[in-house]
């Protein structure tokens, strides 16, 4: 069966919901037999160089509704919101893209990005052969009428023929479906009483708890690499209450994923260190060995400051940081000199940097400087927390 999967590439998130992809990408080649298709809105990038390196079919697409999008008061100024819905919408684009593809398909998979396959997937979707589309329950897994279409058995030639008239149903609940659930909402209007049911196990969520039997696990809710924010208490209290159950434990096996996908090295045993004296940073907390998460240090405002260890030869700076500040800069400076400049893309994770400091006289004193931060009811002002800030002779 032909598995379809989407995404926008405008959106400040971009690298995370990439990550996602590579973590579905390599569950599904290693627990199942689908092809994937990828629908792909935006420009070549390292992920589209990546999945061609994986052998997954790369398809140029931008929903039909991609300009009404952009002119949507809704969306006015909420960059994020609006690449998510232009990725969404572009499921509706899979009944057409079908027969442009060729080939004798009548029934395909579509997830959202943000799944990850299991060993427990049975294939049992070949015998999955719904008259309009099949889908799980949402929140509550006794309710299937509540349905969630973060995985979906589509008849393709069923919804190319209801193709106009669907479409119509969904420009004229535009306004309204995008401040709540997107084309989720749509489906559920126009088809109400007329989808079939998938069991859970095929759309399992995390905050049900662990299953053995789950055969997709769908990141409903908070994203795995949210789990440091989770922890450190900076996510809205909606996620929040879903960062419960196993989320834990699947974001770790996540984690696993995404690190064999990108071949990316782990932080050092040693995170922090290098440097005789700090202002501006918090002591260490955790680890949170629940959520699989290391020991963190919260950076305050106006500044962190650290003198290194020795000011002899060029130095390496290794930083792995996460700001829940929307637009958030740090200032890397040396001796009051501007060195780097890092502008956090996402407020969902943690960001690498790794900075050279080159040898010299003069003051050897490193600052830190965040563009903004926020006072905490104890009187601190956070602006940006540390998994690494290390500083090590850089190697030859």
Same mark, same amino acid.
């Given at each position: 069966?032909? %598995?379809?999967?989407?995404?926008?590439?405008?959106?400040?998130?971009?690298?995370?919901?990439?990550?996602? !992809?590579? !973590?579905?990408?390599?569950?599904?080649?290693?627990?199942?037999?689908?092809?994937? =298709?990828?629908?792909?809105?935006?420009?070549?990038? /390292?992920?589209?160089?990546?999945?061609?390196?994986?052998?997954?079919?790369?398809?140029?697409?931008?929903?039909?509704?991609? &300009?009404?999008?952009?002119?949507?008061?809704?969306?006015?100024?909420?960059?994020? #919101?609006?690449?998510?819905?232009?990725?969404?919408?572009?499921?509706?684009?899979?009944?057409?893209?079908?027969?442009?593809?060729?080939?004798?398909?009548?029934?395909?998979?579509?997830?959202?990005?943000?799944?990850?396959?299991?060993?427990?997937?049975?294939?049992?979707?070949?015998?999955?052969?719904?008259?309009?589309?099949?889908?799980?329950?949402? *929140?509550?897994?006794?309710?299937?009428?509540?349905?969630?279409?973060? !995985?979906? =058995?589509?008849?393709?030639? #069923?919804?190319?023929?209801?193709?106009?008239?669907?479409?119509?149903?969904?420009?004229?609940?535009?306004?309204?479906?995008?401040?709540?659930?997107?084309?989720? *909402?749509?489906?559920?209007?126009?088809?109400?009483?007329?989808?079939?049911?998938?069991?859970?196990?095929?759309? %399992?969520?995390?905050?049900?708890?662990?299953?053995?039997?789950? +055969?997709?696990? *769908?990141? *409903?809710?908070?994203?795995?690499?949210?789990?440091?924010?989770?922890?450190?208490? !900076?996510?809205?209290?909606?996620?929040?209450?879903?960062?419960?159950?196993?989320?834990?434990?699947?974001?770790?096996?996540?984690?696993?994923?995404?690190? $064999?996908?990108?071949?990316?090295?782990?932080?050092?045993? @040693?995170?922090?260190?290098? %440097?005789?004296?700090?202002?501006?940073?918090?002591?260490? @907390?955790?680890?949170?060995? #629940?959520?699989?998460?290391?020991?963190?240090? %919260?950076?305050?405002?106006?500044?962190?400051?650290?003198?290194?260890?020795? #000011?002899?030869?060029?130095?390496?700076? /290794?930083?792995?940081?996460?700001?829940?500040?929307?637009?958030?800069?740090?200032?890397?400076?040396?001796?009051?000199? @501007? =060195?780097?400049?890092?502008?956090?893309?996402?407020?969902?994770?943690?960001?690498?940097?790794?900075? &050279?400091?080159?040898?010299?006289?003069?003051?050897?004193?490193?600052?830190?400087?965040?563009? +903004?931060?926020?006072? $905490?009811?104890?009187?601190?002002?956070?602006? =940006?927390?540390?998994?690494?800030?290390?500083?090590?002779?850089?190697?030859?």
């Amino acid at each position: 069966m032909k %598995w379809f999967f989407a995404l926008n590439d405008s959106s400040p998130a971009f690298d995370y919901y990439a990550g996602m !992809v590579q !973590v579905a990408v390599r569950t599904a080649r290693q627990h199942t037999r689908l092809e994937p =298709v990828f629908l792909h809105d935006g420009t070549d990038n /390292r992920l589209t160089d990546w999945l061609a390196d994986e052998g997954v079919r790369v398809v140029r697409r931008r929903s039909f509704l991609a &300009e009404e999008l952009e002119r949507l008061p809704a969306l006015a100024g909420n960059p994020t #919101a609006r690449a998510i819905a232009a990725g969404a919408y572009l499921r509706l684009e899979v009944p057409e893209l079908v027969r442009e593809l060729g080939g004798p398909d009548r029934h395909v998979l579509y997830t959202d990005c943000d799944v990850m396959f299991t060993a427990a997937f049975d294939g049992a979707l070949a015998a999955c052969a719904p008259a309009w589309f099949a889908v799980a329950p949402e *929140h509550d897994p006794a309710d299937p009428l509540a349905m969630n279409t973060g !995985v979906m =058995v589509m008849n393709v030639d #069923a919804l190319r023929g209801d193709a106009p008239a669907f479409r119509q149903t969904v420009r004229e609940r535009l306004a309204e479906s995008v401040r709540s659930s997107f084309d989720q *909402h749509a489906y559920r209007l126009h088809y109400r009483g007329r989808w079939e049911n998938l069991p859970p196990v095929m759309n %399992w969520k995390p905050y049900w708890g662990r299953n053995p039997a789950a +055969q997709i696990i *769908h990141f *409903h809710g908070p994203k795995p690499f949210q789990k440091y924010a989770v922890a450190a208490g !900076v996510v809205p209290p909606g996620l929040a209450r879903l960062a419960t159950g196993a989320y834990g434990e699947y974001a770790a096996e996540y984690d696993r994923f995404l690190a $064999d996908a990108t071949a990316e090295s782990p932080e050092p045993a @040693e995170a922090f260190g290098g %440097w005789a004296e700090t202002a501006g940073l918090l002591p260490a @907390e955790g680890p949170y060995p #629940a959520q699989d998460l290391p020991r963190v240090r %919260w950076g305050l405002g106006p500044q962190v400051v650290l003198r290194p260890v020795s #000011a002899s030869g060029t130095r390496l700076l /290794r930083i792995a940081a996460l700001s829940q500040l929307e637009g958030q800069v740090l200032s890397i400076r040396v001796g009051g000199a @501007e =060195v780097r400049r890092h502008v956090f893309r996402s407020t969902g994770g943690f960001e690498r940097i790794r900075v &050279e400091i080159p040898a010299g006289p003069g003051d050897a004193t490193i600052a830190l400087v965040p563009a +903004q931060w926020r006072d $905490d009811p104890d009187g601190r002002a956070r602006a =940006v927390l540390f998994r690494a800030l290390r500083m090590e002779p850089k190697p030859n």
